[in-house]
């Protein structure tokens, strides 16, 4: 779940001024603004982005694969 | 406890106080200004765009009363976001009637694009984008017209009432300022729908009469809703004297039939109204022998609280 999908999922009541999740949300909203503004029709929306081809294989690596 | 409105009707059951949701049913059909008005059925499930529209004026409306109580726009950003997320979770109540922390989940909105993420990114979107306007909002009485509340008279013995979002100067002239959303594209068409329009006209005209001065129109800030994205544009719609004395005397005329409807307890339908705008919330019922429509509306439909033109919004 992405940083801002797992606000979203909190509680409002329970966030803190410690926490700072309202700014965290705020700041996360302006810079897909500045995304969308710079011509990603799809910065604003809320879907989990798909992994690429790249990304996914990255994820499966290990040090232990590496033989020097 | 809620304080107790004074009723829209008077001793005789005929309504006196009018808004332009109320005037739209009597000019839309008299059989849905009764369903609505008179008898008080609504469809079961709330409409998420009245939800998702609601929640949207109220966080610009707010965030405006911050600004004039000169809270800076990172400050009032704040607080309106956190209202917001805090609106749309739905919480246990207590016995009071305040939310219970830890309790219930997020507004899930039966509409893919109105959802709980999209409002609040709508929100901030516009604040951002409109945050140097050069909208001035204008004051009254010492306080700023934010969230008017309004009831004048506009005829012998009727009120028209409403909820302005803003008063404003803009280029030297007065405009009432609206909130629109929207998942349609937003053109010059988009626009040209509000004139002729009800609710439009009747801001002008109530703005003019709490002023007492000249008001152009009405200046729309619509927000096209995307999934991925949220855009803005402002757009206006003007009346002239002409036009807003027009529309007056046909309100008048629809509020008469509604007020001759209820005196005689016969409401007609208007076929020609049934399938405009996606097709009334009626029209299944309409549809059915008269003699099974009571059974149906029991069945499908529930009766809220009294549509009240005089209550604050």
């Known amino acids: 779940m992405s940083d801002l999908a797992d606000l979203f999922s909190r509680d409002p009541l329970s966030y803190t001024k410690e926490g700072g999740e309202v700014d965290k949300i705020i700041e996360a909203l302006r810079s897909q603004r500045h995304l969308f503004k710079l011509g990603n029709m799809s910065a604003g929306s809320a879907k989990p982005k798909k992994k690429t081809a790249t990304a996914a294989a990255a994820e499966k690596l290990s040090l232990d694969d590496i033989t020097l | ?313």
């Open chain 2, 1 to 313: 406890m809620s304080p107790i409105l004074p009723s829209p009707f008077n001793e005789d059951g005929v309504q006196f106080a009018w808004d332009s949701t109320s005037i739209n049913w009597a000019q839309t059909c008299l059989r849905m200004y009764q369903y609505n008005m008179i008898e008080r059925w609504s469809p079961e499930t709330k409409s998420p765009h009245l939800l998702f529209g609601g929640w949207y004026a109220t966080a610009l409306e707010h965030y405006h009363q911050h600004r004039a109580k000169e809270l800076s726009h990172n400050e009032a950003t704040h607080l309106v976001i956190h209202e917001a997320l805090i609106a749309t979770w739905d919480h246990d109540l207590d016995e009071t009637g305040i939310p219970v922390p830890e309790t219930g989940a997020p507004w899930q909105s039966i509409d893919n694009v109105k959802t709980r993420e999209n409002l609040i990114r709508t929100i901030v979107w516009y604040l951002e984008e409109f945050q140097h306007s050069e909208t001035k909002t204008l004051i009254l009485n010492g306080t700023p017209a934010v969230e008017q509340t309004f009831a004048v008279e506009f005829a012998d013995n009727l009120l028209l009432c409403g909820h302005m979002d803003r008063l404003v100067e803009y280029s030297g002239e007065y405009y009432v300022q609206d909130q629109k959303t929207t998942k349609t594209t937003l053109s010059p068409r988009f626009f040209e729908g509000f004139s002729p329009n009800t609710q439009m006209s009747a801001y002008t005209l109530a703005g003019q009469i709490i002023l007492q001065s000249p008001v152009s129109g009405v200046m729309i800030d619509a927000a096209q809703i995307a999934v991925g994205f949220s855009r803005f544009e402002r757009g206006f719609t003007f009346r002239t004297e002409q036009n807003l004395e027009e529309w007056r005397v046909d309100a008048l005329h629809a509020i008469k039939q509604a007020q001759d409807a209820t005196r005689n307890n016969y409401f007609p339908q208007n076929p020609a109204s049934c399938h405009n705008y996606g097709g009334c919330a009626y029209r299944h019922v309409c549809a059915r022998s008269p003699h099974v429509r009571p059974q149906f509306l029991k069945g499908s439909y529930i009766q809220r609280d009294q549509w009240n033109p005089l209550e604050s919004r």
